[in-house]
């Protein structure tokens, strides 16, 4: 296994349910080309313009690509070195933190949901671990979009507000999430995707249950004074409402907050 990362890093620490996992690591560097069978790729929507350079080298005929990333439309940035039969799409459900020392704390098992195409049964028999469940599913863009509408709304609020999840306590903010989701559930039944009609009750009872301490990754990527996604989130929605005629008016206004958010960061 050879792990490719531009950040230094020696050792990779997660802790999940009070045990650490830790495990000492060498990066290899994108000039030591190997026959790679399988690239796995997870990296955020505003990584991939200086990162395509060093995927385009690491991505020979017959690589495998499994590409991990929030949003939609995941293999396009991927189609200038491959073929769409040698990607694997998939979303990944793992709420982490990271810790003041540096390890990663997971909040639950993680889950991976991969489309049904001739790689998925492939990948599954590799990610054996009892650490991950692997679903394949038949549609993988409803679950995209579901995934999508829950964290645009959690995340964006977050961000703006710099709270955890204790601020979804207040009924206003509350209020808030519920007309955030409402616009991308909108959207998404446009786009085709088949969302439930008891969707929105059941991101509620969830976002209830978060520990009060939970932060998203657009948070903690805020906190940190790094890019936020945002096209791959709220940006998106705004994007693909213009497309359907669709009004996403708090998305809209939500992006173009974050979007200077951003810009203040760069500085």
Known sequence: MYYYNRSSRTEIRVERAGV???????LSTVEQVFPLDWLVICIKEYHYVNA???????????????????????????LL??????????????????????????LRKAKMIIESVELAEAWKRICTSDNCEIHITEDFLSASWKKLIESSALGSIQTLSGEASWI????????LYIRIAKEGIH??????????DNFLEKLLVKLKRYPSDKESSMLTDRK????????????LISRMGKKYGIDTEINNL???LLRRTNSNQIK
Do not use: W
């Open 20 to 26: 650490l996992c830790q495990r000492n690591i060498s």
């Open 52 to 78: 395509l350079v060093d995927i385009k080298q690491l991505v020979q005929p017959e690589t495998k690509i499994v590409v991990i990333r929030n949003g939609l439309f995941l293999s396009e940035p991927l």
């Open 81 to 106: 070195f491959t073929s769409r039969d040698h990607i694997l799409e998939c979303m990944i459900d793992c709420p982490t933190q990271i810790c003041p020392d540096g390890h990663f704390l997971q």
């Open 168 to 175: 979804f306590m207040d009924r206003e903010v509350e209020d």
């Open 187 to 196: 959207v998404a039944k446009a786009s085709g995707a088949k969302i439930e």
């Open 224 to 235: 940190l004074g790094r890019p936020i996604e945002i096209y791959a989130k709220n940006g």
């Open 254 to 256: 939500i992006t173009t």
